[in-house]
Nanobody
Framework: QVQLIESGGGLVQAGGSLRLSCAAS????????MGWFRQAPGKEREFVAS????????SYADSVKGRFAMSRDNAKNTVYLQMNSLKPDDTAVYYC?????????????WGQGTQVTVSS
C-alpha cells in the first residue's frame, strides 16, 4: 500500500511558477514509476509527466514540454513538478500517481490532488 500526498498548488498569475510536491509513504518508493496527471473542469484527466524509477528518464505531454520539469528524490520519497511560464490553460487539479508495473498507472496508486489556478 502506498499513500500519496500532493502539495504546492495555489493561485498564480500567468507567466508565473509553482512547484508541486508529492510525498509517498512506504519503503519501496524507488521501485515505483511516478507520474503527474491533471484534470480541468469539464475535461477528462490527462497525462502531464512521468519519471523512471531512478529519475534518469522523463516524459512530458506536448502541452507542457519546455515549461514543466519532473524530478524525484528517492531518499525523501518525494517527486516534484516544477511548473514555469504557467498559462491559464494549465488550471486544473493535479494528481500524483505511482505504479510499480508500467506507465499506464491504471492499477497504481493516486493522490487526492492539489488545485492549480492560473489567472490571466
Amino acid at each position: 500500500q502506498v499513500q500519496l500526498i500532493e502539495s504546492g498548488g495555489g493561485l498564480v498569475q500567468a507567466g508565473g511558477s509553482l512547484r508541486l510536491s508529492c510525498a509517498a509513504s512506504g519503503r519501496t518508493f524507488s521501485t515505483f514509476l511516478m507520474g503527474w496527471f491533471r484534470q480541468a473542469p469539464g475535461k477528462e484527466r490527462e497525462f502531464v509527466a512521468s519519471i523512471s524509477r531512478s529519475g534518469g528518464s522523463t516524459s512530458y505531454a506536448d502541452s507542457v514540454k519546455g515549461r514543466f520539469a519532473m524530478s524525484r528524490d528517492n531518499a525523501k520519497n518525494t517527486v516534484y513538478l516544477q511548473m514555469n511560464s504557467l498559462k491559464p490553460d494549465d488550471t486544473a487539479v493535479y494528481y500524483c500517481a505511482a505504479d510499480s508495473r508500467n506507465y499506464r498507472f491504471q492499477e497504481g496508486y493516486w493522490g487526492q490532488g492539489t488545485q492549480v489556478t492560473v489567472s490571466s
